[in-house]
């Protein structure tokens, strides 16, 4: 079920794309000659020109069937989503004033497939109203399920932490490892076993590829200047090593 080429990322192509970025932004710097706006659009372009060429041919084949959150952060209580499977109408749009929770729902993902969650905020997911609801002794925990089909086959993905109320106020436990199984033919749902799981999430979106297939553009647009976007960039991009 899983080939271990699949999950190989050719990084002197990632590194020259990258590059190709910074030098970009530096370009820019010097001659002023785009927007904000215009340079959002020409990172994009680059990304997107990297990504189908070397990688959307192993990685087309997802589809993001639902995203289910318990307690995620702006997410009070159990909230679903179902995306457009219609081939004709396959986009799923949302609409939100800022802090609404759209950049929450990308790093709902984020959290679900590998563990981390990139908030400006102090790392604290459980919704903050529960938060504030529970007593000592009480326990909630935070969850986030996806269901995926790729390469023809459908996923579950979950993940989920527990917060407990002690003498000390609520506080996290930590983080437990993602749990994936798989529906077969037959319909029967089949999971996978712990030590593949990492294995076959990287199969399916690997770690270092998360950033160009859900790109945070809000967080470009809110820099200031351009002597920012550079720096911006490099880090939205995981650059700065470079």
């Known amino acids: 079920m899983i080939s271990e080429n699949e999950t190989k990322i050719d990084e002197k192509k990632l590194n020259r794309m990258k590059l190709n970025i910074i030098r970009l932004e530096q370009e820019n710097l010097k001659t002023k000659e785009k927007t904000n706006d215009e340079m959002i659009e020409a990172i994009r372009k680059?990304?997107?020109?990297?990504?189908?060429?070397n990688y959307w041919g192993r990685w087309r084949g997802m589809i993001i069937k639902s995203l289910y959150l318990k307690n995620f952060r702006q997410y009070k209580g159990e909230q679903r989503i179902d995306f457009s499977l219609n081939k004709e109408h396959n986009?799923?749009?949302f609409l939100?004033?800022?802090?609404?929770?759209?950049?929450?729902?990308?790093q709902a993902f984020n959290w679900c497939l590998y563990g981390k969650a990139n908030f400006e905020t102090k790392d604290f997911l459980l919704n903050k109203e529960i938060a504030e609801e529970m007593n000592e002794d009480d326990s909630e925990?935070?969850?986030?399920?996806?269901?995926l089909i790729h390469n023809n086959?459908?996923?579950?993905?979950?993940?989920?932490?527990?917060?407990?109320?002690?003498s000390r106020g609520v506080r996290p436990t930590p983080v437990e490892p993602a749990k994936v199984s798989f529906k077969k033919p037959n319909g029967e749902t089949k999971p996978i076993k712990s030590h593949e799981v990492d294995k076959v999430i990287n199969t399916i979106l690997p770690k270092d590829l998360f950033n160009y297939f859900f790109f945070d553009t809000e967080r470009i647009e809110t820099i200031s200047s351009k002597q920012d976007v550079t720096e911006a960039v490099k880090g939205l991009l995981g650059l700065s090593v470079l």
């Open 96 to 106: 939100g004033i800022n802090t609404s929770g759209k950049t929450t729902l990308l």
């Open 153 to 166: 086959t459908e996923y579950i993905i979950s993940r989920k932490q527990v917060y407990v109320y002690d």
């Open 141 to 147: 925990e935070v969850l986030i399920e996806i269901d």
């Open 46 to 53: 680059i990304i997107e020109d990297e990504v189908r060429k």
């Open 91 to 93: 986009v799923t749009i």
